[in-house]
């Protein structure tokens, strides 16, 4: 059974993100896709998983290799930016990848850099003629 849940998000709140999904499935529902503030959950309550969310503009196939390799299975992307990956909850050899400081500083400025040019293409310059 599919169960959907409507839940704002912001890009900054990826680790609150990764524990709420680590929680609704420790509850037996299971992220299968996200789009447009809506979670898509599939029930069952045999199995938990724990989510890992990597925000990546135009990925190769070798960073989802990557992911694969160390134990983690690509599950959906949001906008083709987010990529949510999820392990089974009884793997402890299972480990986040590009988790550590530097890598997290670097996927804030992919994600700010991405935000800006969303911006920079919305915003309207006013005309020289109006000034």
Request: proline letters at 4%; charged letters at 35%; zero cysteines.
């Amino acid at each position: 059974m599919t169960v959907k849940k409507f839940r704002l998000r912001t890009a900054p709140d990826i680790e609150k993100e990764e524990q709420w999904l680590t929680e609704m499935s420790r509850k037996g529902l299971h992220l299968q896709k996200y789009r447009f503030f809506t979670y898509h959950f599939e029930e069952d309550p045999t199995k938990s998983y724990k989510y890992q969310i990597d925000f990546r503009q135009g990925p190769k196939k070798d960073y989802f290799q990557l992911y694969k390799d160390a134990g983690w299975e690509h599950v959906t992307e949001s906008i083709g930016t987010f990529h949510y990956f999820r392990t089974d909850a009884t793997r402890s050899d299972v480990q986040k990848i590009y988790s550590d400081s530097q890598s997290i500083q670097d996927s804030f400025v992919r994600m700010r850099d991405f935000y800006l040019s969303l911006f920079d293409r919305r915003l309207p310059l006013p005309s020289r003629e109006g000034l």
